[in-house]
């Protein structure tokens, strides 16, 4: 191997290794994602006061009486090329009751 095929390795390597660290680990993202789903409490009344469980993993509220209140991610700007990093933030999308009370 040439000493430039070397060098471009060597960039190449170190290019990926500082991209990869932008990711964030799975314990933090979670915590990202449950500040999300508690602003929703803190912007609806009767979801914090009626809330039952809230599921992290699945991006779930559930409150009230069968109520769920949904997130998902951000849908990813499709004009830049996918790169390691963290995940798109948690929006709201919908639930299957008024958020606001019965």
Known sequence: MSITSKSMA????????????????PNFQNIEDLEVM?????????V???VTSLRVR???????????????RAPRDASK???????APLVFTVSNCSLTGP
């Open 81 to 87: 090329p996918p790169m390691p990093g963290p995940q």
């Open 10 to 25: 060597a960039t190449a390597a170190l290019l990926l290794s500082s991209a990869a660290l932008a990711a964030l680990a």
């Open 48 to 50: 914090a006061a009626t």
């Open 58 to 72: 699945r991006n779930v509220i559930h409150c009230g009486k069968a109520c769920e209140a949904v997130f998902e």
């Open 38 to 46: 508690l602003r929703l409490g803190g912007q609806h009344t009767h």
